[in-house]
């Protein structure tokens, strides 16, 4: 389940020094992922795992600095025993917990919720630009479904990559109109140094004023907005 750990990390975990579990597996395709290796099935049998024991007794020594833990990946909830690694983590560190989702599945983020503090749900494209988004892996239907759930955690985010060609501004405000006003929401800077799919390796992203526009744009809809590089 565990791929790699970072030891500190200043910005996965808003407003903390927060270390860092990445987990393996992921239920989409997304063409634009910068995290291939967490991803693909035939690059996942090479890596290293980590024991969830090594984890914890990493995460018990650096109580005296770190400030939160942020499961990310991959797909985190596809993953059995997460929630009892979750259930350690509390246990076992006293750390909040911060969790990043793709939101496709809401069962399994609802049996998380008494163990995360902080989620981040992220947000593909429109509904009818789900399916290309996902690699055509699913729809906006169960995202929908996680948001509502988000809304009772201690805190939550929701978050795009802003992908040339996945997402507009206008995608983000069709799912908006959807969920309802959120209290924050974080527009992400797209990366193309390394991509799942070649073809969105070397596209340029969107520019810094686009980005600025959108914020804009999205303020009628979340409490804060936020640009992420």
Avoid: W
């Amino acid at each position: 389940m565990i791929r790699s750990f970072l030891g500190t990390s200043l910005i996965d975990y808003p407003g903390r020094i927060s270390s860092v579990v990445f987990v393996g597996g992921c239920n989409l395709s997304c063409p634009f992922c910068h995290n291939p290796e967490l991803v693909r099935p035939d690059l996942l049998e090479d890596q290293y795992s980590l024991d969830e024991g090594e984890v914890i007794a990493s995460l018990q020594q650096r109580r005296e600095f770190v400030e939160g833990v942020c499961i990310t990946g991959g797909e985190p909830l596809l993953h059995p025993g997460l929630i009892a690694f979750l259930g350690r983590i509390r246990d076992e560190t006293g750390l909040p917990v911060k969790l990043d989702t793709n939101g496709t599945v809401p069962a399994k983020l609802s049996e998380a919720a008494d163990l995360v503090n902080y989620v981040a749900i992220d947000i593909k494209s429109s509904p009818e630009g789900y399916p290309d988004a996902t690699g055509g892996r699913s729809t906006v239907d169960p995202v929908l479904e996680s948001v509502v759930i988000a809304k009772d955690f201690p805190a939550y985010e929701l978050r795009t990559t802003m992908v040339p060609g996945i997402v507009s501004a206008e995608d983000i405000e069709k799912v908006l109109f959807l969920t309802g006003r959120v209290k924050k929401y974080v527009l992400q800077r797209f990366r193309s140094e390394k991509t799942l799919s070649p073809e969105f390796t070397g596209v340029p992203p969107y520019s810094r004023a686009y980005l600025e526009a959108t914020a804009e744009r999205l303020r009628i809809f979340a409490d804060e907005v936020v640009i992420r590089s």
